[in-house]
């Protein structure tokens, strides 16, 4: 049995409502980072929160390292948790804070001290001991709650959207600091967001899930570059979708307002009629010598840094392009008559 | 949907109410435009005239008045006569009645008005509860005077019809005797007294604590019960390390007001005792009334004292709120 077994969850509110969680499973090994990804209302937060022991289950089970938790009161599962903002409390000092766990253990004072200024120290604040939470800024108020939750030594560390409420530029900080730390102590990690990027750059795994239920499971190339959903594609980076005809659909082979283009994977129902080419844009080349060619007209250039997002209308439809910026890129003009290409590899079918 | 009683009406320190209306101020400020500057500010100070006026018309000119005249004798000679008078046993019961009633009725009312505002926004109450008793809260605090007084003498005076009620429940003894356990009168009980007194004050005490305790509470996060539980905390620990001391500074500031409602109150008890139970108000009232025996500047001296005891109360509130409050201040 893998160190956190997850098994059926599911999880109603109230009679008549759907369910905010169904049939939720997923082991979960010793040490991984996982996070569950998807839109607001999905049941991701819910999920967490049964496994904290926030939530009773209306159905399934919980094991953690062995012993099944399902009955066992929020407050004496030992699983760690950060809230996604304000939940330090405001009257006690980071110092306090931090000791909050060992103190209601009945830990002793010189213990406490002891693993107070270890945890300060890995959270990089170790001056900040005596300060209340109102005199932090957001990000270090996380970092403390961060510390609080590691203090008690926690089997597992569940994240509830730990970052939503920051700076940009304090959360990508924040965010390698979250993965630095849970390396450093190995620790089993569960980390709920709605955002994509979060999710890709720090997860060992990836759950997608979308209206309570798990859409993928997998890691964040096989979630990027394979989704097996339409709901996991469209969610996870951006996706251009043509409707094509599929003419083979052994092969993949398709046509798309009378221009033939192949892909490299039979379609998903395994018949011809009407089906969507899916391709990110970063696979479309303007020119480019892909086996795959389709003309169209610029409509809208964006620079976005490091990378250039051309928009262009090819028949009905509306692609993006992405190109890399360099210094020598020729950004096409607007209205100009462009070709895109695509090689069969990069594209595949969909319903 | 117009904000109710209880969001408007917030124990806050003055100096609260002073920032916010300074930083309103300079957000107005910033609002006008560098030419019009001058007339904004003419039309500015128009606007708070009246409250000067008010104040000094009749705070300010009056209260001046009032601690000369605790100085004064009848013909406007400075003397401490008022004052050592303060210290008669007649008057110095009369002062330890009013905090009596003051104490009893702010600490009973503070107690119901908590966990009657716990019970609202933290237990499982429906919200028509809540609703409900929000406005009853907001009518019967303001409820307060005659009508209050009359109100109880005809539900639990000695002929009220709660009484009668009470007093009709009878069986017979063994002996024959009747016998009507539930009588408050023959029980010691009467409204006429200091305990039908801190009952009637009770009245509006606790719908006041509850409104101002209510929002307190409500700021109370849900983030930080499950943070302490999911530490390893009971609710006990929760509330003992965490719930209370965050809450203490609004139950003191509201504590506060209720003291100084009850301890100002005169026209309840005048009306439900016809002035029997001797208050501070009272004994200003039958000195300063113009009877026979009245001293009006003695009335003053009373009065006076009165001030000196909120003042007290209020530099006690102000040391403890400074502890209790510690972690708010920046």
């Given at each position: 049995m893998a160190f956190l077994e997850i098994s059926g969850i599911t999880k109603h509110f109230g009679q008549g409502a759907g369910a905010a969680v169904d049939d939720f499973s997923l082991s979960v090994e010793r040490g991984e980072f996982i996070s569950f990804l998807?839109?607001?209302?999905?049941g991701k937060t819910t999920t967490l929160r049964v496994v904290a022991g926030f939530e009773q289950a209306n159905a399934g089970s919980v094991h953690i390292n062995g012993a099944?938790?399902?009955?066992?009161?929020a407050n004496r599962r030992n699983v760690g948790m950060v809230f996604q903002a304000y939940a330090l409390f405001p009257n006690m000092t980071v110092a306090e804070n931090v000791g909050f766990g060992l103190r209601v253990a009945g830990q002793p004072a010189a213990l406490m001290q002891a693993r107070v200024a270890e945890m300060l120290e890995l959270i990089r604040l170790p001056d900040y001991g005596r300060r209340y939470p109102h005199q932090l800024s957001g990000g270090q108020q996380q970092r403390v709650a961060l510390a609080r939750a590691l203090a008690v030594q926690p089997q597992l560390l569940l994240l509830d959207e730990p970052l939503s409420a920051l700076d940009a530029k304090i959360r990508i900080e924040l965010r390698s600091e979250i993965r630095r730390i849970q390396q450093e102590l190995k620790l089993t990690t569960i980390y709920v967001t709605h955002d994509q990027e979060e999710a890709l750059s720090l997860s060992d795994r990836i759950v997608v899930m979308n209206l309570g239920r798990i859409e993928q499971v997998g890691t964040p190339f096989e979630i990027y570059n394979y989704p097996r959903t339409a709901f996991t594609a469209s969610f996870v980076g951006h996706l251009n979708l043509l409707p094509v005809q599929v003419t083979d659909a052994a092969t993949g082979a398709c046509t798309f307002e009378g221009t033939a283009l192949a892909s490299s994977q039979p379609a998903p129902n395994k018949q011809a009629g009407s089906a969507r080419l899916a391709i990110r844009p970063?696979?479309?080349?303007?020119?480019?010598?892909?086996a795959n060619r389709l003309s169209g007209r610029v409509l809208s250039v964006n620079f976005l840094g490091n990378v250039v997002r051309v928009r262009v209308r090819v028949g009905a439809v509306e692609l993006s392009v992405d190109m890399f910026n360099e210094r020598k890129l020729v950004l096409p003009a607007v209205d100009a008559q462009v070709v895109l290409s695509f090689p069969a590899h990069a594209c595949w079918l969909m319903d | 949907m117009p904000p109710l009683l209880h969001q408007v009406f917030r124990p806050v320190p003055f100096c609260t109410y002073y920032r916010m209306a300074e930083i309103a101020d300079t957000r107005l400020a910033r609002l006008q435009p560098r030419a019009g500057f001058k007339l904004a500010a003419v039309w500015t100070y128009l606007g708070v005239l009246p409250f000067f006026v008010f104040i000094i018309a009749f705070l300010i000119f009056p209260a001046t008045n009032l601690f000369a005249g605790a100085f004064q004798d009848a013909k406007g000679n400075f003397t401490l006569v008022n004052i050592q008078g303060l210290f008669s046993p007649y008057i110095l019961k009369a002062y330890r009645t009013s905090l009596e009633v003051s104490l009893i009725t702010s600490l009973s009312g503070g107690v119901l008005g908590f966990f009657v505002a716990y019970a609202i926004t933290m237990g499982a109450a429906p919200r028509w509860v809540r609703s409900m008793l929000l406005t009853f809260s907001g009518l019967a605090a303001n409820f307060g005077g005659v009508p209050l007084a009359f109100a109880f003498i005809a539900t639990m005076g000695r002929t009220g019809f709660v009484t009668a009620i009470l007093k009709s429940i009878c069986y017979s003894a063994a002996d024959a005797s009747k016998v009507c356990p539930l009588d408050p009168y023959e029980a010691g009980f009467s409204l006429y007294s200091t305990v039908g007194l801190a009952v009637t004050y009770t009245y509006f005490q606790f719908p006041l604590m509850v409104l101002v305790i209510t929002p307190a509470i409500e700021g109370l996060k849900r983030e930080w019960r499950e943070a302490a539980e999911n530490l390893g905390a009971s609710a006990w620990q929760y509330w003992w390390h965490i719930g209370f001391p965050v809450l203490l500074p609004s139950i003191l500031g509201a504590t506060l007001l209720l003291f100084g409602s009850a301890f100002g109150a005169y026209a309840t008890a005048q009306a439900l005792t016809g002035g029997s139970i001797l208050l501070v108000t009272i004994v200003i009232g039958q000195q300063i009334?113009?009877?026979?025996?009245?001293?009006t500047n003695l009335g003053y001296a009373l009065a006076f004292g009165m001030v000196v005891v909120m003042a007290v109360c209020i530099a006690l509130y102000t040391v403890l709120d400074r502890r209790t409050s510690r972690w708010l201040r920046r």
């Open positions: 998807g839109p607001s209302g999905c099944e938790v399902s009955s066992v009161p970063e696979e479309l080349v303007l020119g480019g010598a892909g | 009334r113009g009877d026979v025996l009245g001293d």
